[in-house]
C-alpha cells in the first residue's frame, strides 16, 4: 500500500508542474542573483567561503526547507480540508503510508530544485567543487528527513490548507533570512547568529558547508537533524492516525 | 435475525456541547436501517463512532462482534463507508482510485470488472476533479463495496442530486442489500428513508426519538389518514361518519375532508357509491415520515426533497 500511495502520490504532482516550478523557482532566482552578485567576496562574513559557494550551500538547504515548510504542511492541510484524508483513514490507509509517501514526494522535488541550482552554479558561475560530495549528500538527505518530519506534523495540525500556507511562509522566511538567505549573517549581531544556528534550516546549512569546505561531516548538526526527523515522524503518524 | 450493530448508551460530548446523548440502538443483519434527522442532530458523529473515526465519551458498541475504538483496523477490513464530507485528490483519476484503493483488500480487486459493475468504465481516465456530483456519488459507493463487505454506511448519499441521479442511487442501495450487505443509511430526506428503509431511527437533537419500521412510525405518529374530494349536491355526513375508522368530517362549500385511520378509505368510496354520489379528484393522503417527525419534534424537517 505504500508503496502504491507513493507512486499515485509522485503521479498526481507531475499532473499539477506550477507546484513543482513555482515552489522551486523562488530560491532559485534568489540563489543566481546573490551569486552574481557576491562571488568575488569572501571573508568571515561569508564564513569564511568563497561568496557562491556560501550561497549555493544556503539555497541548497533552502529548496529542502521551502518543501519542508510550505509545500508538505500546504498539501497535507489541503488533503485534510477537502475531506481527502478521512477518505484515506476510513478506507484504512495507514498514517505510516501518509508520512512516508508525503517525504517521498518532498524528496523528489528537493532533490529536482538541488539538482537545478547545482547545474545552474557550475554551468554559470563554474562554482568549485565540494571537498566531498559524500558528505554533502549525506547531510542533504538528513535535512530532507527533518524538514520531512517537520513538514508532516505541521500538515497534520493545520486545520487548513491556508493556514499551512501562512505559518510555512513565517516559518521559512522568518530563519531563512537569518542563515543567509539575504544579508550575510556576519552583518546581524552575534546572539542572532547564535539563535539561528540551532534551526532546522540553520543546522541543514551547517551539515552541508562543513563537508563542502572541509571534506569532514558536521557530526551535532546530523545528530540533531535526524532527532528532529524521528520526532517530527512520531508525533505526526501519531497525529494522523487520530484523524 | 443476527444482530451486527448493538448501540447501549452511546454519549458524544465535546467541552459543553452534547453531540450524541444516550443513543441506543440495534442493526439485523441484512437490512437497510436509516438514521434520519435534520442537519445537525448527530447523526453523523454516531455513525462515525461505528466506524473508529471518532471515539466514544461514553456508552457500549459493538460492530460485527468488535470494538471500533480499540480494533478499528479489523473493523475497517469488513465494513465499507462512503462519508459525507469527502473527496479524493482531484486529479486522481478514477481507475486510479479503484486501483488504490482496491490495494487494501485481498484478494486483489479486479480494478476493471469493478468499473463494469457500477458503470464507471467510460470514466475510467476521468480525473475525479471533473466528476459530476451523482459519478462521484457512484465511485464513493463502488469504494466502499470494494471487498464485500459485511456492512456498509451510506451517509448522505444523495445531497445534491438531481431526481433522476437520486433515483438511481436508490436502485444502487437496493442492489447492495439484495447483495446480502447490510446498509446503515443516514439522510435528512423523509423520502428516502421511507422509501429504502426497513427500519428508521428518528434523531433529533443527539437522541433517538422513535425507531420502528417506516409503516409503524407513521401509523403510530404520523397522524390521520385524510381523503378529501369535492362533491356537487347534498352529501349525508353521518353515513360517512359511521364508515370504519373514520374520526372525523368536514365539509367547506364543495370539497370534503375524511380524516381517519387506513382502514377508512375503502370504507369512504363504498359509502359514497352506495348514496349514488360520484366525487371528483377523490384524493387519499397517507402520513408520511415528515409528518412522523412534526409530529415527534414540532418543527418540519429541514432539506425537504418532495420529489
Known amino acids: 500500500m505504500t508503496g502504491h500511495l507513493t507512486w499515485t502520490e509522485l503521479k498526481l504532482l507531475v499532473r499539477e508542474p506550477l507546484v513543482l516550478i513555482l515552489s522551486l523557482m523562488f530560491p532559485i532566482l534568489l540563489m543566481v542573483l546573490l551569486v552574481t552578485a557576491f562571488r568575488d567576496h569572501t571573508g568571515s562574513v561569508f564564513a569564511d567561503l568563497d561568496g557562491d559557494v556560501f550561497y549555493v550551500t544556503a539555497y541548497l538547504g533552502a529548496a529542502v526547507a521551502v518543501m519542508g515548510f510550505m509545500g508538505t504542511p500546504t498539501h497535507l492541510a489541503g488533503y485534510r480540508e477537502s475531506g481527502v484524508l478521512r477518505r484515506f483513514r476510513a478506507a484504512g490507509v495507514g498514517a505510516p503510508a501518509l508520512v512516508v509517501s508525503q517525504t517521498a514526494v518532498l524528496a523528489v522535488l528537493a532533490v529536482v530544485g538541488a539538482a537545478a541550482m547545482i547545474v545552474l552554479a557550475y554551468a554559470g558561475f563554474n562554482l568549485a567543487a565540494p571537498a566531498s560530495i559524500g558528505g554533502v549528500v549525506a547531510a542533504f538527505a538528513a535535512g530532507v528527513l527533518a524538514f520531512a518530519g517537520i513538514g508532516t506534523f505541521l500538515g497534520s495540525v493545520m486545520p487548513s490548507a491556508r493556514a499551512a500556507q501562512g505559518l510555512g511562509l513565517l516559518l521559512f522566511l522568518g530563519t531563512f533570512l537569518l542563515v543567509g538567505g539575504g544579508p550575510p549573517p556576519g552583518v546581524l549581531p552575534g546572539v542572532v547568529n547564535d539563535i539561528a544556528a540551532w534551526t532546522p534550516i540553520g543546522l541543514l546549512i551547517d551539515a552541508i558547508r562543513a563537508p563542502w569546505a572541509d571534506g569532514a561531516l558536521d557530526g551535532p548538526a546530523m545528530a540533531v537533524l535526524v532527532a528532529i526527523a524521528t520526532v517530527g515522524f512520531a508525533l505526526a503518524t501519531r497525529r494522523l492516525r487520530r484523524t | ?307
Request: charged share 25%; proline share 5%; with cysteine.
Open chain 2, 1 to 307: 435475525m443476527d444482530t451486527v450493530i448493538s448501540v447501549d448508551h452511546l454519549r458524544k460530548t465535546y467541552a459543553d456541547v452534547v453531540a450524541v446523548d444516550d443513543v441506543s440502538f440495534n442493526v439485523h443483519h441484512g437490512e437497510i436501517f436509516g438514521i434520519l434527522g435534520a442537519n445537525g442532530a448527530g447523526k453523523t458523529t454516531t455513525v462515525e463512532i461505528l466506524q473508529g473515526l471518532r471515539a466514544p465519551t461514553g456508552g457500549r458498541l459493538e460492530v460485527l462482534g468488535l470494538d471500533p475504538h480499540r480494533e478499528t483496523d479489523r473493523l475497517r477490513r469488513r465494513l465499507g463507508a462512503q462519508l459525507q464530507a469527502s473527496a479524493l485528490p482531484d486529479r486522481l483519476r478514477v481507475a486510479e482510485a479503484v486501483r488504490l484503493f482496491g490495494r487494501l483488500h485481498t484478494p486483489r480487486v479486479d480494478v476493471g470488472a469493478t468499473l463494469e459493475a457500477w458503470g464507471l468504465d467510460r470514466l475510467r481516465d476521468r480525473p475525479f476533479g471533473v466528476l459530476s456530483g451523482g459519478e462521484r456519488q457512484r465511485l464513493f459507493v463502488a469504494l466502499a463495496l470494494l471487498g464485500d463487505p459485511d456492512i456498509v454506511v451510506l451517509d448522505e448519499l444523495t445531497t445534491g442530486l438531481d431526481p433522476t441521479a437520486r433515483r438511481a442511487t436508490w436502485d444502487v442501495v437496493r442492489q447492495v442489500r439484495a447483495g446480502g450487505t447490510t446498509v446503515v443509511l443516514v439522510t435528512h430526506f423523509m423520502d428516502e428513508a421511507e422509501s429504502l428503509c426497513d427500519r428508521v431511527a428518528v434523531m433529533d437533537g443527539g437522541q433517538i426519538v422513535a425507531c420502528d419500521t417506516p409503516r409503524g412510525l407513521t401509523a403510530r405518529l404520523g397522524g390521520p389518514v385524510t381523503i378529501t374530494f369535492d362533491v356537487t349536491g347534498r352529501l349525508d355526513r353521518t353515513t360517512l361518519l359511521a364508515v370504519p375508522g373514520v374520526d372525523s368530517v368536514t365539509i367547506d362549500a364543495a370539497q370534503v375532508t375524511v380524516a381517519g385511520q387506513s382502514v377508512a378509505a375503502a370504507g369512504v368510496a363504498v359509502a359514497l357509491a352506495e348514496q349514488g354520489i360520484r366525487p371528483d379528484d377523490y384524493r387519499t393522503r397517507y402520513p408520511t415520515l415528515e409528518d412522523v417527525f412534526l409530529s415527534l419534534t414540532g418543527r418540519p424537517p429541514s432539506g425537504r426533497n418532495r420529489t
